[in-house]
């Protein structure tokens, strides 16, 4: 046993697992090792063994962001999480070979720069959250929450733009779904085709006020549509960073966030880990084992 601990790698592997991934508390947890392996380990005694792994999160969490920083193309999303009863902000950055969390006490678009220092990579890919703006050389904005808007729209009555609008929308996802059976000259022509479309869309006139507003935001984002359709690697939306941060927005429903900072810094490094791992096919458990044993490696 490592000095200071009674505790060997399985059991503190398997309490940060239970506590990060399926979201058992403190007191739950104690119960459940009592019950299921007659092993006494206090509320005091987990916060100890979270405390002495964070060291090793923070190591892998450096390696997870220079890997990161090599990426061409990065998805992010962020969502609030609650710090010692205080409002925070939780991040995500998603590379095809890197996964980073970080929680922060602003939604500023600083956080996303204090990572990215001074790199920048080829697409940013994001909502319309200003905060997500100018990352990076391109942007493509998530079609799924235009999508939303534009449903917005016809909810409130608009008949003339906002359906032609949600078509034209989902046709270019249709061809972006094509894209590994298509040539690069196939793909350039429908990005054109989708450009003019919207071009035409655009000068539709509109008269209800919903299809007006979403009108002047399309207007505003259109140069960030149809990235994905010329660029194989990108998505046309950002629901890779949505589906890795949602874990943590259930952690944060069922336990209402964090007491501490450093018990957020633990969950953000633990996510980062797991979240890293499964990208080549690992689990989270397995994750977490190789990095108390010392052994985690960023592929």
Sequence with gaps: MAPGTPFGPGVRS????????????????????????????????????????????????????????????????????????????QWVFVSDRAVLHDIAPRRAKSVAETVLGDYRPGVWVSDRYAGQQDLALAHQVCLAHVLRDVQYAIDCGDTVFAPKIRDHLRWAIR???????????????????????????????VAHPAGQILQRQIKAWRTKFFVFLTDREVPPTNNVSEREIRPSVVFRKVTNGFRSDWGAQVHAGYRSVTGTARLKGQTALQAVRDLVNGTFVVA
């Design 175 to 205: 061809v972006g779904k094509r894209r590994t059976e298509l040539k690069d000259s196939t793909l350039v022509a429908y990005a054109a085709k989708a450009e003019r479309r919207l071009d035409t869309l655009l000068a539709i006139p």
């Design 14 to 89: 398997l309490l940060l697992y239970l506590h990060h991934s399926h979201h058992v508390g403190f007191e739950r947890l104690s119960r459940m090792m009592k019950d299921l392996f007659g092993l006494a380990v206090s509320e005091g005694a987990i916060a100890n063994a979270f405390r002495r792994v964070r060291t090793g999160l923070d190591e892998a969490r450096a390696a997870i962001k220079a890997k990161l920083l090599t990426a061409r193309v990065i998805a992010s999303d962020e969502t609030t999480t609650r710090v010692d009863g205080v409002t925070h902000w």
